[in-house]
């Protein structure tokens, strides 16, 4: 029955599917309302439950038979994803500051390039376009981008700037399609401004149950933790969007919290904590080893 399948293509979630997907949109940071699973929160039944005293309001399965559900947050600034900080720097560093063309002469884009593996159009793009200054379509003057933990910077003369995951985004978005196939990306199914975050999925409860302690009193999980801490992270962002007033610090807040819920071993980033000080575990520390989930 498999032998017409000739490839699997993996590609990144866009922000349709993940809404798509989603059975909640994700309000608020609080887990529960006066010991009810609150509407709208990180343990809303929609999701799907770990408490035998619930059943899902989704699948109407109970504990056993439901698998969970999942839920989006919409995020009111886009937030680079930290796995693909560096792919983000060489995707830059290839098109243009200004139009996004390819920094490549179009006698060098032969027909051939699109016969490599996608890895590996990459890697010929990108050694072709280092010493481009200039842009070939648009004569613009291209700065010198710097990436430095997870921030990117852009040195035009002797101003140097931080550019933040918007501004990036609206670069990556310009990219046209014929671009994007000679870097391996392909816009249809796997835009390069996928890599940064407008939507953020949400993990049902099945992947961060919640334990009873001996006072019947409830233990949360890391991840969930964290994802209360996005969350209310997102919602002071966007009152401090509406005052325009300190928005820098809470989008590099709001970006720590998605970081160390990804991964909470990032060189150059300080670990996220639980109040005794013992380190949490993100997704990739879950993954990690023989003992990885």
């Known amino acids: 029955m498999y032998d017409d399948i000739e490839n699997i293509e993996f590609s990144l979630l866009c922000p349709d599917t993940i809404r798509a997907l989603s ?5 608020h940071s609080d887990i529960y309302d006066k010991g009810v699973p609150k509407y709208n929160g990180l343990s809303d039944l929609r999701l799907g439950t770990t408490d035998r005293q619930y059943t899902c309001l989704t699948c109407k399965g109970n504990v056993i038979e439901c698998p969970g559900h999942w839920g989006h947050l919409e995020l009111c600034h886009p937030m680079f994803h930290p796995s693909f900080m560096k792919m983000i720097y060489r995707v830059l560093s ?4 200004r139009c996004s063309r390819l920094l490549v002469p179009e006698d060098k884009l032969n027909k051939r390039i699109l ?18 200054s200039s842009c070939v379509c648009c004569e613009f003057e291209q700065p010198k981008y710097t990436l430095d933990s997870f921030k990117i910077s852009v040195e035009f003369a002797e101003e140097k700037h931080t550019l933040n995951a918007k501004q990036v985004q609206r670069i990556l978005k310009k990219i046209n399609y014929e671009d994007c196939l000679y870097m391996g990306f392909d816009r249809n199914t796997n835009p390069p401004e996928n890599m940064i975050f407008t939507v ?54 709001l970006q720590f919290h998605i970081n ?17 000080g013992r380190p949490i575990k993100g997704i990739n520390q879950r993954l ?4 990885g989930r």
């Open 260 to 276: 160390s819920y990804i991964d909470n071993e990032l060189p150059g980033q300080p670990q996220a904590t639980q109040r005794t």
């Open 288 to 291: 990690k080893s023989k003992e």
């Open 23 to 27: 059975v909640v949109k994700i309000e």
């Open 115 to 132: 016969e490599f593996s996608n890895k590996r159009r990459f890697k010929y793009i990108s050694s072709i376009c280092k010493p481009k």
């Open 200 to 253: 953020f999925p949400i993990s049902p409860p099945q992947v961060r149950p919640s334990v009873t302690m001996d006072t019947s009193l409830k233990s949360q999980d890391d991840l969930t933790h964290k994802l209360s801490e996005i969350v209310r992270s997102n919602l002071n962002l966007e009152k401090a969007i509406e005052k325009d007033s300190g928005v820098s610090e809470y989008i590099n807040l």
């Open 94 to 97: 290839n098109v243009c500051f």
